[in-house]
């Protein structure tokens, strides 16, 4: 299992992003829900625009790898700071070219469905942490690695008294989110033949939340 001395913090502008970008890239090669959406022929260039948007600079940023960047994740604080309507408007037209016509209407159902779930989990919970992603290097995977970055990112969850929210594209993922202490919220799918998207969240360890609010 990793240590925690091994998880160091990073920004876009830092020189290990690029190195994070490829570990995204493989990591999720065979992801269930952007196989379905994304054209093959264009697969790479979808997560290049989607990496690159999540790694948009904010005060909020919850960035980390373990062990160089054998495994990476993307976080942040919610609500407390989103993008520009002109930023999400612009982030969708370069995600366009890479879905079929055909699966343009899936893509947009997924992407307010996503939206609303943030928004209406904000309303119920106030500021929390939305995990982007996490990825493993495949030849890394097994190691604990994710398990430890998950771990990282609910502790400080715990000190600070807030909930996670996650999205899981497979069963596997949804099985490793359920051992640190993630429930099913939802299972959505965006069209009858679309792989299943599992809506999960964490709240916050009872007993270190209730210590922090008798200070």
């Known amino acids: 299992m990793a240590s925690k001395s091994e998880i160091l913090?990073?920004?876009?502008?830092?020189?290990?992003?690029?190195?994070?970008?490829?570990?995204?890239?493989?990591?999720?090669?065979?992801?269930a829900i952007a196989r379905y959406l994304a054209r093959s022929s264009t697969y790479r260039q979808f997560w290049d625009v989607l990496i690159d948007h999540y790694l948009t600079p904010t005060r909020s940023d919850l960035n980390f790898v373990i062990e160089g960047t054998?495994?990476?994740?993307?976080?942040?604080?919610?609500?407390?700071?989103?993008?520009?309507?002109?930023?999400e408007i612009l982030h969708t037209?370069?995600?366009?070219?890479?879905?079929?016509?055909?699966?343009?209407?899936?893509?947009?159902?997924?992407?307010?469905?996503?939206?609303?779930?943030?928004?209406?989990?904000?309303?119920?919970?106030?500021?929390?942490?939305?995990?982007?992603?996490?990825?493993?290097?495949?030849?890394?995977?097994?190691?604990?690695?994710g398990s430890a970055l998950l771990q990282h990112v609910n502790a400080i969850a715990d000190a600070e008294g807030m909930h996670c929210f996650l999205e899981s594209s497979s069963e596997g993922s949804r099985r490793l989110y359920m051992r640190?202490?993630?429930?099913?919220?939802?299972?959505?799918?965006?069209?009858?033949?679309?792989?299943?998207?599992?809506f999960m969240s964490r709240p916050p360890s009872k007993q270190l939340t209730t210590a922090i609010g008798a200070l």
């Open 9 to 31: 913090a990073f920004h876009r502008e830092d020189e290990i992003a690029a190195q994070v970008r490829d570990t995204f890239q493989v990591a999720m090669h065979d992801d």
């Open 93 to 145: 037209l370069r995600l366009l070219p890479h879905f079929p016509l055909n699966k343009w209407l899936a893509a947009k159902k997924l992407e307010d469905t996503m939206v609303s779930r943030k928004n209406e989990f904000g309303k119920e919970h106030g500021r929390y942490i939305y995990v982007f992603l996490l990825g493993t290097r495949p030849e890394f995977q097994g190691q604990g690695l």
């Open 180 to 198: 640190h202490g993630y429930v099913e919220r939802e299972v959505f799918k965006a069209a009858p033949d679309a792989p299943p998207m599992f």
């Open 70 to 87: 054998k495994a990476a994740m993307l976080a942040r604080i919610y609500p407390d700071e989103k993008a520009s309507m002109w930023g």
